[in-house]
């Protein structure tokens, strides 16, 4: 079974650029969530959809951080303008349930460095 | 709020030493209890995972016992390798529609040989 895969594994940007993470979760798993983890910290998420509508964005910077799962299946995460503080890693996780009654299935992440 | 407070690394072990990593949360109400682990180079993945009081996880010979009158979820292990050192997670999560996981800064661990 294919894990849940993530692109690109390793971005440079400079402040004020736009960058966008790709996430493909695995096949049949209605649930899918970003988490951003900071060097030194555990994951924060930031946004969990269920198939394709959203479930919890109470902690994306709505005014620079943005997300959408068409057709509930891939997703995309897309920061413009970046920031210092952007600077983490993205990861993208999958269930097939909510995460109360599920395991997630990570992906290896997206690390974002901004200058 | 929800919140999970687990011991700050890094931890460095002897091969064969007995491995606590300590975990307490702050939830309203029965949250599942859930260890993950972050291997290097590699993402995060399920270790282990504790759905009600008294209950244990185990795993890959670690073990964890929910304990709802001291509020903690301490990961143990009674002989480690060189294997396990990785960056470990403690977790929790409350069932809902809408329940999401939150996790605790993660514990860095080496192991010696």
């Known amino acids: 079974e294919a894990g849940v895969a993530q692109s690109p594994r390793y971005k440079i940007i400079e402040k004020r650029q736009s960058v966008a993470f790709w996430c493909n979760p695995i096949?049949?798993?209605?649930?899918l969530y970003w988490y951003q983890q900071i060097l030194g910290q555990g994951p924060k998420l930031l946004i969990q959809?269920?198939?394709?509508?959203?479930?919890?964005d109470s902690q994306l910077p709505k005014d620079r951080f943005s997300a959408e799962r068409l057709k509930g299946v891939d997703s995309t995460l897309k920061i413009q303008p970046a920031k210092l503080e952007d600077s983490a890693v993205y990861l993208c996780?999958?269930?097939?349930?909510?995460?109360?009654?599920?395991?997630?299935?990570f992906g290896e992440g997206s690390r974002l460095t901004v200058l | 709020g929800n919140s999970v407070t687990q011991m700050e690394g890094p931890v460095t072990l002897s091969e064969e030493a007995f491995l606590t990593i300590n975990c307490t949360y702050t939830?309203?109400?029965?949250?599942?209890l859930f260890w993950y682990v972050q291997y290097p180079g590699e993402g995060l993945q399920l270790l282990l995972k504790?759905?009600?009081?008294?209950d244990k996880g185990s795993n890959k010979g670690f073990e964890a016992t929910y304990r709802k009158e001291t509020t903690s979820f301490h990961l143990e292990k009674g002989s480690v390798q060189v294997s396990d050192s990785a960056v470990y997670f403690c977790?929790?999560?409350?069932?809902?529609?809408?329940?999401?996981?939150?996790f605790g800064s993660g514990t860095r661990l080496s192991i010696r040989p």
């Open positions: 939830a309203t109400g029965y949250p599942s």
């Open positions: 504790a759905t009600k009081a008294d």
């Open positions: 096949s049949g798993h209605a649930t």
């Open positions: 977790a929790l999560t409350r069932y809902s529609s809408a329940s999401k996981i939150i």
């Open positions: 996780a999958s269930s097939s349930g909510t995460g109360g009654t599920g395991e997630l299935f």
């Open positions: 959809f269920q198939n394709n509508g959203v479930v919890d």
